[in-house]
């Protein structure tokens, strides 16, 4: 615990006196004596700093790239978070010094392993959550839903590619399973193949892409989200692949009592 | 912007002054001049602070019953990832002061409707991730995985509760529209209705119940993982409930070239 605590007094005594830019003002609040400091803290106890932690355009080619060389530091939910947060980190500063997207590797191999939502839309959520907000965030994050399980990926062609990836494939589905299992099915691959690893890589790749490009239309308040709530029109939470599961025998949803 | 970066700041200069219980060294700091504090600080660009953050046992119970209430807040992501980081806010202090779980919202309904993940295993992942770090968290995230398709839920009884629930299910999976689909068609009720938002409530209960027991044999040393990696072990990764989807017909995994 000490070290950690310690490198978050480190983070946060630069936000202080370097991030902020403002290393008098900081020596003035410690000469202004004990008794404003506390009132000052008080303050404080408001809670952690509230989203968005705002965004600056970024370059969904570099970003992409960036992408796809995390996915082989900490695999797919890391890349897309990382790729987009750290260069927020370096030009925004600020909280998102206190954020180490390392937490969010879990996500990976849709969440521990298990298959459900890809890593890279989970990355994307904490990325456009933390950076934009609820509202704007959950809108790219529904169309970078819709995107995932409607584009022909992988798309991104990696500058140094670290296996030969050839064929291409619709998911028609957020989960990992679904999406890597239908590819690996078609590639004729598997899972510890370098091949399937490098098309994930390239996966993350596109997703940082387009939820940049997405992100960058927010900031330049072009952005007009076309993907609305799932559960409010089918009635349930839920995908758009009904009949990949159901077959003809969809379930009708049931009308809320009157 | 600029309350966001000031919220951030206040919350730093008490982490620095107050939280860590040192206001005499925060001053002494200073005291040494501002080429010292630079040579500090200059540490400080190593990066955000790591997990794990650090973990003290709680009362499962209480835990459980903050949940239920959060998830009438920001729903079931929020709701298990609040009920447990935010005794660890107060406890611990440091960095968990400069999160907020307000980001992790996205997570509601499978992430934002989708019914992929439930939102209350992100927000378990996110509070084992943060608390536990990589290795631990994601042992304890498994097992709640696990738990999650095999127990018959919802088991909470709130202090409160604001519906009557009839019905309990066992969801087979850890998918939200799946848990969610099938106890609806068993209690005969729409997603929009009292008796489902209070049922989700009640399962963010005891998904917050569980992972703090779990987490609690992690702070005493007794803990031992059961959940091994579905990747490993199926050559895909993948939920255990291969036969709802594939009936009779379950793929057999490439096996990795030779």
């Given at each position: 615990m000490t070290n950690e605590k310690g490198?978050?007094?480190e983070a946060s005594r630069r936000e202080v006196l370097i991030g902020t830019g403002k290393l008098a003002a900081g020596a003035a609040i410690?000469?202004?004596?004990?008794?404003?400091?506390?009132?000052?803290?008080?303050?404080?106890?408001?809670?952690?700093?509230?989203?968005?932690?705002g965004y600056v355009k970024l370059d969904p080619k570099e970003i992409a790239q960036s992408?796809?060389?995390?996915?082989?530091?900490?695999?797919?939910?890391?890349?897309v978070a990382e790729a987009i947060i750290a260069p927020l980190r370096e030009k925004i500063g600020g909280p998102?010094?206190?954020?180490?997207v390392e937490a969010f590797i879990f996500g990976?191999?849709?969440t521990v392993g298990f298959g459900t939502l890809c890593g890279t839309l989970m990355g994307a959520g904490v990325a456009t959550s933390?950076?934009?907000?609820?509202?704007?965030?959950?809108?790219?994050?529904?169309?970078?839903?819709?995107?995932?399980?409607?584009?022909?990926?992988?798309?991104?062609?990696?500058?140094?590619?670290?296996a030969h990836v050839k064929n291409t494939n619709i998911s028609e589905s957020p989960l990992c399973h679904i999406s890597v299992g239908k590819w690996m099915k078609k590639e004729g691959v598997a899972?510890?193949?370098?091949?399937?690893?490098?098309?994930?890589?390239?996966?993350?790749?596109?997703?940082?892409?387009?939820?940049?490009?997405?992100?960058?239309?927010?900031?330049?308040?072009t952005y007009v989200g076309e993907t609305g709530s799932p559960s409010a029109e089918y009635g349930i939470t839920t995908q758009e692949n009904c009949t990949e599961c159901h077959g003809d025998d969809v379930p009708e949803p049931l009308a809320p009592k009157a």
């Open positions: 490198s978050g007094f410690v000469g202004v004596g004990a008794s404003a400091l506390i009132n000052k803290t008080a303050n404080a106890s408001s809670g952690p700093p509230p989203t968005p932690w992408a796809y060389d995390n996915w082989y530091k900490h695999y797919c939910c890391y890349a998102y010094q206190n954020l180490p990976h191999g849709g933390f950076a934009l907000g609820k509202k704007d965030g959950e809108a790219v994050l529904r169309d970078m839903m819709a995107y995932y399980s409607e584009a022909d990926m992988p798309i991104f062609k990696p500058n140094n590619p670290k899972l510890k193949s370098p091949e399937r690893k490098d098309r994930c890589a390239r996966v993350a790749a596109d997703i940082a892409y387009q939820t940049v490009v997405l992100m960058n239309k927010v900031h330049d308040k």
